[in-house]
C-alpha cells in the first residue's frame, strides 16, 4: 500500500475552525451604501414563528409570499407590485415543513422577485432550517431566475437539501444543491454583514442504476450554490459541507463527492473583505463489491474545499480562503473471483478550485491553511489488490483547463496537497499571473511545494517572494513540468527545500525545471536539497533574462548558462544574497529584505532590464535606479532641493 495518501497525517497543521473564534467572527468593516429605499412601504415581519396564510402577525415566510405577490398576505401588508423590503426584527426564524415544493409553503424560503431583507445583526437575526446540523428540513432560501435580492444583516443556518434517492435511475440519484442558499440563473444575489454557516448538500444515492456519470454525485455548493451573480461584503462562509458521492452498484463504479463546500458557482461572483473558512467538499462513494469478475473503483472527493468556480468568473477583493479541506476519495471494491477496485482520488483544490474558461481577479486576498483529502484504499481481489488513491492537489489554488488568473498582493501559505502545495495549475491554455505575492509555508507531498505547473500551462511571477516552501520529492519552491512556461522577474526565491524526508528521491530545492523557466533581476539562493544535497537551488534548465543571483549554479543536474551580469555562486563557494528573514516590512505580504551588504542591492543600472524610474517593488517601494536584484528594494531617501531664501 502506498505510503504517499498517509505522509500528510504528520504535517496538518491546526485549522483555524478549531482556534479561537475571534478569528472569524469580527472580518474588516465594509463601508457601503444603505439599501435603497422601497417604492412602497416597508414589510415588517412580527412573528418568529412560521406561519404561511394563517395564525397571528407577520411571518417571513408570509412575508416573502406578500412581496412574490405583490399584494397582502396573511398578516403581512404594504406589498409592492415590482420591489420590496421586509424588515427582520432580531430573533431565530426556524422553518418548518418539508422539501419538494417551490411556491414558499413549506421548507425553503422561495423567493420571486425583487427584495431586500433587513436584519438588525448577523448575530441575533438567524434564518435556520433546523435546530442542528442534522435535522434540517430543507435547504433555507431559494432565489428564482431573473430576480435581484438584497439580504443584509442576517445569518442563514442548518440548511440541508434533500439526499439522492438510492438505486434512482437518473439524476434524482444524486445529492441536491444549495444547502443554505440556491440561486438560479439570471437572477443577482448580495449578501451584506451576512453569515452563512452549518449548511449541508445532499448526498449521492447509491446503487444508481443510469449509465450517466454524473448521476449518484454528492450535491453542490455547501454554503451557496450560484448560477446567477452573486456578490458577497463583509460577509463569512463558515463551516458548510457537500454531500459524499454514493456507492457503486455491484461491481460498479462510485459517485464523486460535491463540489464547493463554501460556495459553487459557475456565473460572476465577487467577494469583498469576505471569509470563506473551514468548509467541506463530501468524499468520495466507495466501489461496488462482486462476487464474480472484477470489483469497482472509488471515486474522487468533491474539488474546491472553499469555492469551486466552473467557466465563471471569480474576483476576491481583501478576502480570506482559510481552513477549507476537500473530501477523500472512496475506497476501491472488493472481489470474490477477480481484481479489486482503485480507490479514488481526494479532492482538488481545497482553497479554490477554478475550472474552464473563467478568471479569477484576486487583491490583497490571502489563501491559507487550505488541505486536500487523502486518496482512497484499493480494494482487495483473487486476482490483484486494487490501487490506492492519491491525495488531491492545489492545497491554496488549483486553476485549470483554461482558467485565466490574476492575482496581485495576494498572500498563499500553509496549504497542503499531493502536487502544488501552494498552488497547482494544468491543462492547455491556462495562465496565471501573480505580482507582488508571496507563497510561504506550503508541502507537497510528492512536487512543487509552492507551485506545480503542468504542460501548456503560463505562468509569470513579477515582485514576489516565494520562501520556506517544502517538498517530499521535486521542486520545493516551484515544479515546472515540460511544456509549460514560466518567466520569473523580480523573484527571490529563498528557503525552499526539496526531499523533505530525507529519502533520496528529490531535486531541486528552489526550482525544479522540466520545461522553458527563465529568470531575471532574480535571487535563487540558500535553497536546499535533503537526502545526497546535490541541486539545493536549481535542477534542469533555467534561462537567464540577465542581472539574476543565483547561490549555486553548478549543481550536478542544473544547466544554467550564465549571461554577462548575472552573479553566481559555485558548490564549493557558495552566492550568499544576504537577506533578512520572511517578516512585514511594509506593504500588504510579507517580504525578506535585503541587507546593506549585499550584493544583490544596487545592481542593475538605470535603463536596464526594467530599471527605470516609476516601477515599484513587491511592498510598493519605488525603485529608484540603480535598482535592486529580487522582490525587495531598499529603502531610499529621496532627496528635494529647495531654493534658500535669505530674510534681511
Not at 54 to 60: A, I, M, N, R, T
Request: glycine share 20%.
Amino acid at each position: 500500500m502506498s505510503t504517499k495518501r498517509f505522509r500528510a497525517l504528520f504535517h496538518l497543521s491546526i485549522p483555524v475552525c478549531l482556534l479561537a473564534g475571534s478569528l472569524l467572527t469580527t472580518p474588516a468593516l465594509v463601508v457601503r451604501s444603505a439599501p435603497a429605499a422601497p417604492t412602497a412601504a416597508v414589510i415588517v415581519v412580527t412573528t418568529t414563528a412560521d406561519e404561511s396564510g394563517g395564525g397571528v402577525g407577520c411571518s417571513l415566510r408570509e412575508a416573502i409570499q406578500s412581496a412574490n405577490n405583490g399584494s397582502n398576505f396573511g398578516g403581512c401588508t404594504g406589498a409592492n407590485a415590482s420591489a420590496n423590503t421586509i424588515s427582520l426584527p432580531a430573533g431565530t426564524y426556524t422553518l418548518t415543513g418539508a422539501a419538494g415544493e417551490d411556491s414558499n409553503a413549506s421548507g425553503d424560503l422561495d423567493i420571486k422577485g425583487n427584495l431586500t431583507i433587513n436584519g438588525v445583526d448577523a448575530k441575533t437575526t438567524v434564518i435556520r432550517a433546523g435546530t442542528n446540523t442534522t435535522n434540517g428540513v430543507d435547504r433555507v432560501l431559494h432565489v428564482f431566475n431573473g430576480y435581484t435580492v438584497e439580504i443584509n444583516d442576517v445569518t442563514v443556518r442548518y440548511g440541508k437539501a434533500p439526499d439522492g434517492v438510492a438505486g434512482a435511475g437518473n439524476d434524482t440519484c444524486s445529492g441536491s444543491d444549495g444547502g443554505g442558499i440556491y440561486q438560479n440563473w439570471a437572477s443577482t444575489l448580495i449578501l451584506n454583514d451576512c453569515v452563512v454557516i452549518d449548511n449541508r448538500t445532499g448526498d449521492g444515492g447509491d446503487g444508481c442504476t443510469s449509465a450517466s456519470p454524473s448521476d449518484g454525485w454528492g450535491g453542490r455548493g455547501g454554503g451557496i450554490y450560484s448560477a446567477g451573480k452573486l456578490e458577497l461584503n463583509n460577509t463569512r462562509v463558515r463551516e458548510n459541507a457537500t454531500g459524499a458521492g454514493g456507492d457503486g452498484v455491484a461491481g460498479g463504479n462510485a459517485h464523486t463527492g460535491g463540489y464547493g463546500g463554501g460556495i459553487y458557482a459557475s456565473s460572476v461572483v465577487t467577494l469583498t473583505n469576505s471569509t470563506i473558512a473551514c468548509n467541506r467538499t463530501g468524499d468520495g462513494g466507495r466501489g461496488g463489491d462482486a462476487t464474480s469478475g472484477n470489483a469497482g473503483n472509488g471515486s474522487a472527493g468533491g474539488s474546491g474545499g472553499g469555492i469551486r468556480s466552473l467557466n465563471g468568473d471569480l474576483t476576491l477583493i481583501g478576502s480570506t480562503v482559510v481552513s477549507n479541506t476537500t473530501g477523500a476519495g472512496g475506497d476501491g471494491g472488493s472481489a470474490s473471483s477477480g481484481n479489486g477496485g482503485n480507490g479514488g482520488s481526494g479532492g482538488r483544490g481545497a482553497g479554490i478550485d477554478s475550472y474552464g474558461s473563467g478568471t479569477l481577479v484576486a487583491v490583497e486576498s490571502v489563501i491559507s491553511d487550505n488541505q486536500t483529502g487523502l486518496g482512497g484504499s484499493g480494494g482487495s481481489g483473487t486476482g490483484s489488490d486494487g490501487a490506492d488513491g492519491y491525495r488531491g492537489s492545489g492545497g491554496g489554488f488549483a486553476p485549470s483547463n483554461g482558467a485565466h488568473a490574476t492575482l496581485t498582493e495576494c498572500t498563499i501559505r500553509d496549504n497542503t496537497a499531493l502536487l502544488g502545495g501552494g498552488l497547482y495549475i494544468f491543462g492547455s491554455g491556462t495562465a496565471v499571473t501573480l505580482d507582488g505575492c508571496t507563497l510561504s509555508g506550503n508541502i507537497a507531498d510528492e512536487q512543487g511545494g509552492g507551485i506545480d505547473s503542468g504542460s501548456g500551462v503560463t505562468l509569470a511571477l513579477t515582485n514576489s517572494t516565494v520562501s520556506g516552501n517544502r517538498a517530499y520529492e521535486d521542486g520545493g519552491g516551484i515544479y515546472n513540468s515540460g511544456g509549460a512556461a514560466m518567466t520569473l522577474t523580480f523573484v527571490t526565491l529563498t528557503g525552499n527545500t526539496a526531499d523533505l524526508d530525507d529519502d533520496g528521491s528529490g531535486d531541486g530545492g528552489g526550482i525544479a525545471a522540466f520545461g522553458p523557466l527563465t529568470i531575471t533581476n532574480t535571487i535563487v539562493a540558500e535553497n536546499a536539497e535533503k537526502g545526497d544535497g546535490k541541486n539545493p537551488d536549481c535542477r534542469g534548465t533555467v534561462i537567464s533574462g540577465d542581472y539574476n543571483l543565483l547561490g549555486i549554479g553548478d549543481s550536478v543536474d542544473c544547466t544554467f548558462t550564465p549571461q554577462a551580469h548575472d552573479l553566481v555562486g559555485t558548490t564549493a563557494s557558495p552566492l550568499a544574497p544576504i537577506l533578512g528573514i520572511l517578516a512585514d516590512n511594509g506593504g500588504p505580504t510579507l517580504t525578506h529584505p535585503l541587507k546593506p551588504t549585499s550584493p544583490a542591492v544596487d545592481y542593475i543600472p538605470a535603463g536596464v532590464n526594467g530599471c527605470v524610474m516609476g516601477v515599484r517593488d513587491q511592498r510598493g517601494v519605488l525603485r529608484f535606479p540603480p535598482c535592486s536584484i529580487g522582490a525587495y528594494e531598499p529603502d531610499q531617501v529621496e532627496e528635494v532641493y529647495l531654493p534658500l531664501v535669505l530674510k534681511d
